[in-house]
């Protein structure tokens, strides 16, 4: 979804390119372990890009605690995600990720009002998992089946 309803939806070909400063991945809604996997296969072997950050935030310690055996948070951390505690993080804009003013999100969270994230003059866009982590090794919006 587009900034800044959860209804403005478009294809992913159409915002593909836009330049990202942070990526998110976690809270309730996307943040089980599903999620955490779906992002670790993205980042295998890759990295962040240069100026954009990726933070991940598992939906309860279970998760983490299952992310970490498996190897998850390590492939996560090797590609230079920053893992906050579980919980809400970003989302309800209280915490840990807040953007800053005109930063643009991607986020696998549920909502992208404004100031939803903390920041009334940022623009979140919503995704999967698979495209957040994509879009945070390039630093743009990507397809993840393009890598």
Known sequence: ACPHSMDNIAPLSQVVGTRVQQAFIGTCTNGRLED???AAAVMEGKHVAV????LVIPASSQVLQSALALGYVQ????????????GCGP???NHMGIPAP???T???ANRNFK?????????????????????AITGTITDPRSL
């Open 51 to 54: 100026g954009t950050r990726l």
């Open 115 to 135: 100031g939803r994230m903390g920041t009334r003059d940022s623009e979140v866009y919503l995704a999967s998992p698979a495209v957040v982590a994509a879009s």
């Open 75 to 86: 492939t996560l951390v090797d590609a230079g995600a920053m893992i906050g505690v579980p």
């Open 91 to 93: 989302c309800m804009g």
């Open 106 to 108: 991607i986020s696998s």
């Open 36 to 38: 955490i996997a779906a």
């Open 102 to 104: 005109k930063e643009v």
